[in-house]
């Protein structure tokens, strides 16, 4: 199955990806994880586009379009799950086309709707493993306490200058690709408020109708 998760920045796509990757066994196909490791490895595409992630803005398309396509083709056109991805028009016209090109549609395009008050408050107590990647928030899901202080960090762009301008780029940049899919009959919205187990169900229950064979293939073989 082929999915795109798409919403605001904090909207849990990441951690609702990373349950896709467990329960699904799909694959996790994020530009901003594939743009900080190519910045902490100093790549030329890391280097370039340190200054817009941290600022909190849009690296240009062709950019992620590189990485994107490449992490796809990768995993041979399927099973895969995307998390911010496309982000801008042009990145979804792209997309439809590279896998229109290899008669691989996307499945489902699920909307995780959060409002913004919702998501400065979930971003500013966000915190990240510097080694793991893996996402807590303070006060709801709190670092294990085994883990060393040291190695919990506040990622640059979730403090509020920068949450403020990622939900700006979302809303002018991001929106409209919302519209792009809209009409389509693989689009799909889902309330991203809730636990991330009920926000999961929602997910699953989407998926139950997009793709029927494929999770009762899925389900039979657990
Ligand atoms: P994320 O981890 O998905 O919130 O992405 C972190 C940052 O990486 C974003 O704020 C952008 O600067 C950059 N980024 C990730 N995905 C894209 C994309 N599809 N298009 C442009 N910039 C992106």
Redo the contacts with the bound molecule.
Sequence with gaps: MRIALFGP?GAGKGTQAEQLVRRQGLVHV???DL?RTAMNEETPVGKEAKE??TA????PDEL?RTLAEEAIAEHQFDDFVLD?????LQ?AEWLTAFLDEHNAPLDAVILIDVSDEQIVERLSRRRVHKETGENYHLDFRPPPPDVHESLIIQRK?DRPEAIRQ?LQVYHEETRPVISYYEDEDCFYQIDGVGSFETVYSRIEAVLEEAVPDEMAARADSE
Excluded: A, E
Aim: net charge positive; no cysteine.
């Design positions: 920045p994020s530009t901003g743009l817009y992630v909190g803005k849009l690296v992620v911010g991805y496309p982000r801008t990145q762009d990622r």
